[in-house]
């Protein structure tokens, strides 16, 4: 069984590498990537990056899609820091930014008591700046104070989203 998990992993790893030579659909490519990301991977962080990146470049807001890339953001199932930011980042591309759920999620990546890692942190910030609903601003909002966000650069950055317009007229 952990042999099929390594070839596929392989497999979608020559095609990152070498680019695809047959047009295949969005939900194909999905799948393969999914042996990239899936849990067990042996793919390395770089190679993990390269494939939440080209998920967001996709531009789809499929339950798969988004389904990865939250897994990828979520400190208890990725030990690399660069991968949940990484994904982190792409939440905003995967997501449907008119669905209030999504960044209910979201606002648990951007939660210092749950992700340890400040850089996380501001590109789940970045991503919920997006989101046109009160609650992602308000988690953006509520980063600039000193009493939620123990970290410096994290405020700094809530405050700069802030100075440019987050997308919610709610606050």
Same mark, same amino acid.
């Given at each position: 069984?952990?042999?099929?998990?390594? +070839?596929?992993? *392989?497999?979608?790893?020559?095609?990152?590498?070498?680019?695809?030579?047959? $047009?295949?659909?969005?939900?194909?490519?999905?799948?393969?990537?999914?042996?990239?990301?899936?849990?067990?991977? $042996?793919?390395?962080?770089?190679?993990? +990056?390269?494939?939440?990146?080209?998920?967001?470049?996709?531009?789809?807001?499929?339950?798969?899609?988004?389904?990865?890339?939250?897994?990828?953001?979520?400190?208890?199932?990725?030990?690399?820091?660069?991968?949940?930011?990484?994904?982190?980042?792409?939440?905003?591309?995967? @997501?449907?930014?008119?669905?209030?759920?999504?960044? *209910?999620?979201?606002?648990?990546?951007?939660?210092?008591?749950?992700? $340890?890692?400040?850089?996380?942190?501001?590109?789940?910030?970045?991503?919920?700046?997006?989101?046109? @609903?009160?609650?992602?601003?308000?988690?953006?909002?509520?980063?600039?104070?000193?009493?939620?966000?123990?970290?410096?650069?994290?405020?700094?950055?809530?405050?700069? *989203?802030?100075?440019?317009? *987050?997308?919610?007229?709610?606050?």
């Amino acid at each position: 069984m952990a042999a099929k998990g390594v +070839v596929g992993c *392989l497999l979608c790893l020559a095609s990152l590498v070498a680019g695809a030579d047959q $047009p295949r659909t969005v939900n194909e490519r999905l799948v393969e990537l999914s042996a990239i990301l899936g849990s067990g991977s $042996p793919a390395g962080p770089a190679i993990r +990056v390269q494939a939440i990146r080209e998920i967001a470049a996709m531009g789809t807001t499929s339950g798969l899609a988004s389904g990865m890339i939250f897994d990828r953001a979520n400190f208890r199932f990725e030990p690399s820091a660069e991968v949940r930011e990484a994904a982190a980042l792409a939440l905003r591309h995967v @997501c449907d930014l008119r669905n209030r759920m999504f960044a *209910l999620r979201i606002r648990r990546v951007a939660d210092a008591t749950l992700e $340890p890692e400040p850089k996380v942190r501001i590109a789940a910030l970045r991503s919920l700046a997006a989101f046109p @609903c009160a609650d992602a601003a308000a988690t953006v909002l509520e980063a600039c104070d000193a009493g939620k966000e123990p970290d410096e650069s994290v405020r700094e950055a809530a405050r700069e *989203l802030v100075r440019k317009g *987050l997308a919610s007229s709610a606050y």
